[in-house]
């Protein structure tokens, strides 16, 4: 029988990762829902943004935070950059299209990382790496929680920017009706060249925070990527609060299955619900049908 | 083109005269690459069915005729064509389950990779195929097993299954069924409103494509003599057999064979050629298709096959 | 005898718009009959009933004597409706005689005595020409004699036209309606949807006149001219004159 401690710690480290992963799955899901492109290579560029936080720490020694200067502008721009080079050409395309080019950048991005870096586990130690602080029953890892408070601010964020700002509800109306925008004066590559390009970022902020707690290899990226897959299926694709519950729900489930069962069956549970949703309620579990 | 295809194949079957064991293994996995292309674009190319969970298929053929070979002795020269069968039975059941709910693109290809990774995850919880240690196939060295010692025998058969796959699909571009994989790839209220059962074609087509996959991972179990979630399950088979048809040009009988040729059998005769830093020849070479790949599905979006035959 | 085609009190909903209301009609064999109505009058959801893409909240689709309501669309097509569509709907990558020949693949079982029946259906349309063409290279009135191509190479008891004659140029209509009388006059029934009314007018036996989902009048195409329901419908409540 397992202790109440041990799952409320389990639920405490699944509300962290399942912030980060919230935070991964809005990036992918905003890009989506604008566009309409599912980008497969999202899982990577988290990845990416590991490798270039790890890069950073072991050779300028600056902290995973404090290289945020750096990260988020940077990945910006690579977002902009790919977008400008690859992404632009094909949204007209068929939906095979847009898989098959971005699982062709997965694959730059693998084999990139893996060319420079090698395809061995690594990972940092910052000062707060293996600091916790004990809250009653339940321990509180520093890094975790850190992690975590920078994706919900990230994800409140970007939620006040869509609500409030001008390109933000522009930004809207594009994935609500892409010609309805255009008609009424949204400027709507500009748009989706934005849109991609805060996916982007997104991606690389939770990459940055997780590394101080995570191991990082050129392969990590498959991981994210499937559960982005599913947290955005369960929101409702294109959904930014649906992926926000669904991120939370799939940390949960993660951190509560790995207490009783292996985690790669945990794993087939999860496509097995990712299934039943797609069948049965393709919307989401949080969105609303279509007419 | 036909005295061009006659040469190629006089070519093949000459090849093993002049090749030694380390480029014939080349050939060997670029025509495995090359049969398991053409048996995804079967549903992929022709019928637009864009299944991102055809590795469920490419295991269970591993899987099957390696068990039955464990199990009950039965040489896996039988055993494949239970594995496809198998394969081809669960593609039915899964097709006839998902298209009810008229899932198609992105949605469609989401449920099959969750039905290939449901797939491995249960794999590496089962302990009758040993689960995530897989299994090491000691074979009793002979023909009738379906195991060689030499490349020759892989190669000859890696070969015939390539020319069969393609003569099957010319077959199948030219039969009605085919036409109606077509037609429902282009447009299926159309081709509903022609007299197309669209829901038996896409379930035809999954399941004939499914059951040819399976041959392939009987294949890879034989040749390889290990089987495990970790190599037969993953996405990697899935990656080959997408990578090759969809370079090479998909919904034609020679652009998956094309498109595997190219990727596969390049980068094996790399890693076997003497270089100093084989490892990252090996990976710069990855990253040069990854980005030859882009390149083509931006400006060539038929497919490399497609230069051949410019129309107007 | 019975008719060919008999919708009977057919209605359909879409969230908040009852898009057909209580509809009835029929058509006879070796008859025209056109549907004319303004735009959102429910002209291409009736057709997608009859033809199986929805099925009817209410209210029945017979077709040859049979009760076909709620069949799928092939099964449909299978017993001897066919439909073109509104966007001609031409299958991209194939050529002009692969997607003519689908449609003959309907009542022929071999590939060689379906593509013969193909291009006679083409020499028909006057695509003979064109037979090696890709879907996505046709223009305008090209795409519509191919749909009417498709549709009538599947051997059909009634053909489903949805508004073959918009976009055309006068001559391109004076074409198409001489190509509609010679269709009807081998023996095949048309449901004709038509804006243009010069084409619907000259072709149909009979009009149906669809407002708002709801048949509002029916009749010979002279009877109907006068019709101040018909001309409310079309102009509004200012123009009937009184």
């Not at chain 1, 299209?97 to 130690?125: C, K, P, Q, S, Y």
């Not at chain 2, 097993?145 to 099957?168: C, K, S």
């Not at chain 3, 619907?200 to 006149?209: D, G, H, N, T, Y």
Request: hydrophobic share 55%.
């Amino acid at each position: 029988m397992i202790g109440l401690d041990v799952v409320v710690q389990a639920l405490l480290s699944g509300l962290f990762m399942g912030s980060v992963y919230a935070l991964i799955a809005i990036g992918f899901t905003l890009v989506f829902g604008v566009t309409d492109i599912v980008n497969f290579a999202h899982g990577h560029l988290v990845m990416a943004a590991m490798f270039v936080t790890y890069f950073l720490f072991k050779t300028a020694h600056l902290d995973p935070y404090l290289s945020l200067v750096v990260v988020l502008p940077l990945f910006f721009g690579v977002g902009a950059l790919l977008y400008v080079l690859v992404i632009q050409r094909i949204v007209e395309a068929p939906h095979s299209a847009h898989m098959m080019v971005t699982l062709g950048l997965l694959l730059v991005f693998e084999n990139l990382a893996n060319l420079f870096f090698g395809g061995d586990l690594r990972g940092i130690t910052t000062k707060y790496t293996t600091s916790s602080f004990v809250m009653g029953p339940v321990a509180v890892p520093l890094a975790r929680l850190g992690a975590a408070a920078v994706s919900l601010l990230a994800v409140a964020v970007l939620g006040v920017f869509l609500a409030r700002t001008t390109l933000g509800k522009a930004i809207r109306a594009s994935a609500n009706n892409r010609e309805g925008a255009a008609l009424v004066g949204v400027n709507v590559p500009r748009v989706y060249l934005v849109s991609f390009s805060l996916g982007t970022m997104a991606a690389a902020l939770a990459g940055a925070v997780i590394v101080p707690f995570s191991l990082v290899s050129p392969f990590v990226g498959h991981e994210f990527i499937l559960k982005a897959f599913v947290i955005a299926v369960l929101g409702g694709l294109g959904s930014v609060p649906g992926a926000l519950a669904g991120g939370l729900l799939i940390g949960f489930v993660e951190a509560l299955s790995s207490l009783y069962i292996s985690a790669s069956l945990g794993n087939a549970i999860v496509f097995a619900i990712l299934i039943a949703v797609l069948l049965y309620r393709p919307w989401g579990i949080f969105g609303q049908a279509k007419v | 083109m036909k005295a061009f295809g006659v040469a190629a194949l006089v070519a093949a079957v000459a090849l093993p005269l002049v090749a030694g064991q380390h480029l014939l293994t080349a050939f060997i996995v670029a025509l495995h690459a090359a049969y398991m292309a053409l048996a995804w674009n079967v549903a992929a190319g022709y019928a637009g069915q864009f299944s991102l969970g055809h590795s469920l298929f490419y295991g269970i053929g591993a899987y099957a005729s390696t068990m039955l070979y464990l199990k009950l002795g039965l040489t896996p020269w039988v055993g494949m064509f239970a594995g496809a069968a198998l394969a081809g039975v669960v593609g039915v059941l899964l097709a006839l389950g998902v298209y009810r709910y008229n899932v198609r693109g992105i949605f469609f290809a989401l449920v099959t990779l969750g039905a290939a990774e449901v797939a491995k995850g249960l794999a590496d919880n089962w302990d009758w195929i040993k689960g995530p240690v897989g299994i090491l196939l000691t074979m009793k060295a002979a023909p009738g097993e379906f195991f060689f010692l030499r490349r020759e025998p892989y190669y000859y058969v890696a070969l015939f299954m390539v020319v069969a796959l393609i003569a099957i699909s010319l077959v199948l571009e030219r039969s009605r069924l085919g036409q109606h994989f077509l037609a429902v790839r282009e447009d299926e209220a159309a081709a509903e409103a022609s007299g197309v059962d669209s829901y038996r074609a896409k379930t035809a087509a999954i399941g004939l494509s499914a059951a040819l996959t399976a041959f392939a991972g009987s294949f890879y179990a034989q040749f390889y003599l290990y089987v495990s979630p970790e190599t037969v399950l993953t996405f990697e088979p899935q990656l080959t057999m997408m990578l090759g048809t969809m370079v090479g040009g998909a919904g034609t009988a020679l652009g998956p064979v094309l498109g595997s040729v190219l990727f596969s059998g390049l980068g094996e005769a790399l890693r076997n050629l003497p270089f100093e830093n084989t490892r990252q020849v090996v990976i710069g070479s990855k990253l040069v298709y990854a980005i030859l790949l882009i390149v083509i599905l931006i400006y060539l979006p038929g497919g490399l096959i497609t230069l051949g035959r410019r129309r107007a | 005898m019975s008719a060919l085609l008999a919708v009977r009190g057919v209605s359909k909903r879409f969230g908040g718009l009852q898009a057909l209301s209580n509809v009835t009609f029929a058509v006879d064999h070796r008859e025209i009959v056109g549907i004319i109505g303004p735009n959102g009058a429910g002209k291409t959801t009736l057709f997608n009933v009859i033809t199986g893409v929805y099925a009817p909240d209410v209210g029945t689709v017979e077709l040859r004597g049979m009760d076909v309501t709620g069949w799928a669309p092939h099964r449909i097509c299978r017993l001897g409706a066919a439909r073109t569509f509104q966007i001609g709907k031409p299958f991209a990558a194939l050529s002009v005689l692969q997607t003519v020949r689908i449609g003959a693949l309907n009542r022929i079982e071999s590939m060689a005595g379906a593509t013969a029946r193909a291009l006679e259906v083409l020499e028909l349309v006057g695509l003979a020409g064109k037979r090696d063409d890709l879907g996505r290279h046709l223009t305008v009135i090209e795409r519509k004699r191919l749909e009417l191509a498709r549709a009538l190479a599947t051997g059909p008891a009634l053909l489903l036209l949805d508004e073959v004659a918009a976009g055309l140029r006068p001559n391109e209509i004076q074409e198409m309606i001489a190509l509609v009388r010679r269709i009807a006059a081998g023996g095949v029934s048309v449901l004709i949807i038509e804006h243009v009314l010069e084409a619907v007018m000259r072709l149909s036996a009979r009009i149906v006149v669809l407002n708002y989902g709801e048949v509002i009048a029916e009749g010979s195409p002279p009877s109907l001219v006068n019709d101040p329901r018909v001309i409310e419908a079309y102009l509004g409540e200012a123009y009937t004159l009184a």
